[in-house]
């Protein structure tokens, strides 16, 4: 008789059945736990970061060209700009200090739906300075905007411990049952004010110091060279741009090379760029020739809205010069027609002006609540100037110290270091330490500014901007703070 | 769209430890459950035997020397034993395992660069009743050595137990019964109720535990709510991985007893330790205290019986001094408890009065089992001694203080709830086979409750900061 290694006949088919069985059962209940999964994630702890901007959502081949970068692109390039002065349809597929390595990524994730004519590519993360950069936010977008292997790519760049949380961010919210009121479907971040301006660093001189030193003048002394894993991710992306037909652009924002290992390391991208016959901007180096300046037109990071349009503007001339023609999508056409879902152009016009939002307040007939803690350094100048034309007196409130205040119609009807409190036949408002309330509804008090825009004919919070940088010192390594621009 | 990313999830690159409650475990047992079904009966031994070894691979090969050594010096001992049934021979057999434990137990094994061999207080007590078993002609000799190696390093009992006998196994790993669907289901239902209870019962509790006894500021009732907790944790935790541990032995086809028996509904504490590490508990006295006379030679014999009995349990557990004092209390209550049985033995005959005293002495018992627990988790008297004086000085309950929010009170209210409701349940009937012979459309709501429950409540994922089994690394 042959000798097998396996079981009898019957007993073996008797056996599988069983097996098959169970196998069928496990896979039930593994359907059962991913549903599950995806009900409780979208009822409970929906976290709508990024959904609103959602990239899958575009039609398919819609888009003409893809902008790639760090949040230095997302504050630059305004697409409606663009599409005003070359008629093509872009999208800024960047996020807040993203890698090359991730740039790569979504470029690939985006040729999975868009075949682009051409890629521009901010460059600033290959700077020394990116080690400062602090946050995962490009893991967030990941977890919504990346699928397969591009995503998993994405995340085998977190460390071990976060792995799990980005792969699947229930394994972090499932933990809000804890503090959660009720199971209403709720917005994890609805009570929570909003962050706001982003980075601001007003306090941005509008000259540079006679001491400046600029590789331009003095030469490129540092012997730098481009971090290996930028360099591959940067030569896989020209690869990828060659083998697909799409014409690559490089550029660098006026802003954030302030050091000559930065401006070395720049040289070196033009280097790479001049090997590869890419184009390649420098706009750090344009910035005299466009007139581009700290304070008027950017913060110490980002462009505000008018040095965006500056830059947007330029970029468009030299994408003049290719031969590119528009897939001509009529949805995206109408977006930029009417500035809506132009995450780029709102971030640059309300978010990163606070003189604008400030000066929009000055002549509001509605509720304004300021809150401000000082952390042991002044606030900028131009953001208290800003403030006392709300109608705050400078005698109450000292730049340094901590105030809070209720202005009603430009009239400051109570004020105090930490904490006021009004009560009247129209709305209740009291600030503490830990908290804003208006009308019985509660909002978290961040540090530094924050300033609510509240109306009280229609009982509702009508705009409110924290900056949570308001008084950082960080600018302060390359600034010399005296010389202020006063607006 | 999600459900897509988890078919990218890639393997570690180094292989993962096998922990009870892993994914990786659940599925590794799969795999030893359907090698296990295909196999010929006579190749199952050694299918098991591998899987043994690349379950204990997974801690590290240290461990796998360690087993494998007790397992042949413990295998030749028994043929000799066999041969020659002195009482010196058992004696020299004994001493290489008895050596061994009380060395890695009492001494600074790590200067030496060795590691603590996982389960060794479990596979050395294993290998000592068999070698006694032998010397008392209770058992037969194992001649085949794999079947032997099977028995010591069974991968699902090596970690935590239970301490089953060979008396059993030997039929199993020989005849190896045929396949009953209802068993395994059983047993894979047990395995993962023994994970649900570790991951979202256990851990929750651990975390409320550590936040009322760490907190120095608490006191009063704040510090009792932990003490009476740890007393659910330390059961939840133990009879998860007993769960697991027994339901994955009856998944490969083997029955172990089972360890617990709702041991916090026993009237005394000799109840207690018949309902409470059940394999433990009857080693020791099969091994311990009837050997020593048991309760044959009177009362004074008795009572000195049983304290050595709990000298050694309490040493087993433990080399800190608290262990000690923990089996010694436990002993001396015990004599205390007898005394007081006897005094009331028979005069007590109306059915009502029987089931109130039966109640206090749940209440009082449970109460004895749970102060003494504090002298089991503390290193030594003056870490319990500013736990008491924390829970004498007046403190009401407050919330906040413990770092609780309102919605893990009601879920805590709910785990103690369920714990003492099942356990009240398993005290009358076998619960799994009844679960499992109801109506499916009710077990499938049960499984979908399981698992969303699992899913929200559970301890794991970013937060995640589950303890580890209390017993494994005894």
Known sequence: MHQTLFTDGSKMKRSIRYILEISLKLVLVALITLTSYEVLNRVFYNNEVSHGD??????????????????????????????EETGLNSYVLGTSCQPYQVSYEMLKEALKTQQPQMVIMEVFTALPLRSSCEGDFCYIMAEYQMTGKEKINVIKMLPEEKKNQYLNDFFTYHNDWKTKESFEPLNKEENEISTGFGYIFQHARAKLPDNWWHASQYGYDIDIEIEEDDLESLNAIYDLCQKNNIELLLYKTPVDSFTREDQ??????????????VKYIDFFAESKKLSFYMGIHSDAFHAYINGASMITRRISDEVNTYEIESYDSEILKENYETEERTYTYYALQYETYPI??????????????????????????????????LGVDSNSFINGSNYCAVIDAGKVVSEGKNTVEVSNADYDVSVTENGITINGEEHLRKTNLLIIYYNKDTNEIVEKQIDQYANMDYGREFYDWDNDLDF | MFIGNYFYYELPESLPQLTTTSFYFVAFVFLTFVLCRILKCAIRPYAILACSLFFLYSYGTKHIIAVVAVAALSFIAGLVLNKYKKWYVLALSLLPFVGLLVYFKYFNYESLGLVFPLGLSFYSFKVISYLVDIYKDEIEVEHNPIYYLDYVMFFPVITAGPIHRYENFRKEIREYKEFDYKDAKGGGFQMVLGVYEKVVFCDFVASVVSRCLNNVELTGVNVLIGIVLYSFQIYLDFDAISNISIGCSR?????????????????????????????????????????????????????????????????????????????????????????????????????IATAVISVIGVVINFA???????????????????????????????????????????????????????????????????????????????????????????????????????????
């Open chain 1, 264 to 277: 070395s390391m720049m040289h070196k991208m033009w280097e790479w760029a001049d090997e590869h016959s």
């Open chain 1, 356 to 389: 604008t939002y400030l000066k929009r307040l000055e002549n509001t007939s509605g509720i304004v609540i300021v809150s401000y803690q000082a952390s042991g350094s002044q606030l900028y100048k131009t953001l208290y100037n800003g403030i006392l034309s």
């Open chain 2, 251 to 351: 998944l490969l086809g083997f029955n172990i007893e089972k360890n617990f028996n709702s041991p916090y509904l026993a009237r005394t504490l000799k109840e207690f330790w018949s309902r409470w590490h059940i394999s433990l508990s009857t080693w020791l006295k099969d091994y311990i205290y009837i050997p020593l006379g048991g309760n044959r030679k009177g009362k004074i014999r008795r009572y000195i019986n049983l304290f050595i009995t709990f000298v050694v349990s309490g040493l087993w557990h433990g080399n800190t001094v608290n262990f000690l004092y923990w089996g010694i209390a436990h002993a001396l209550i015990q004599v205390v408890e007898d005394m007081i049985m006897s005094f009331f033995k028979d005069k007590v005959k109306n059915k």
């Open chain 1, 54 to 83: 959602d990239f899958k959502s575009l039609p398919e081949d819609s888009i003409d060209v893809i902008v790639l970068g760090s949040s230095h692109a997302q504050y630059s390039f305004v697409p409606s700009f663009f599409y």
């Open chain 2, 368 to 474: 004895i089992v749970t102060l003494l627990w504090l002298i089991f988790k503390y290193e030594n008297m003056a870490e319990v001694s500013a736990v008491l004086t924390r829970l004498s000085a007046s403190g009401s309950f407050d919330l906040e203080a413990i770092g609780m929010t309102v919605n893990e009170l009601r879920w805590l209210i709910v785990v103690i709830s369920v714990t003492v409701i099942l356990d009240v349940l398993r005290n009358n009937f076998d619960m799994i086979e009844t679960f499992n012979s109801t109506f499916f459309v009710i077990r499938w709501l049960v499984y979908i409750l399981m698992i969303v429950s699992f899913m929200i409540f559970g301890v794991y994922g970013g937060s995640f900061d589950a303890s580890d089994f209390i017993y494994r690394w005894f």
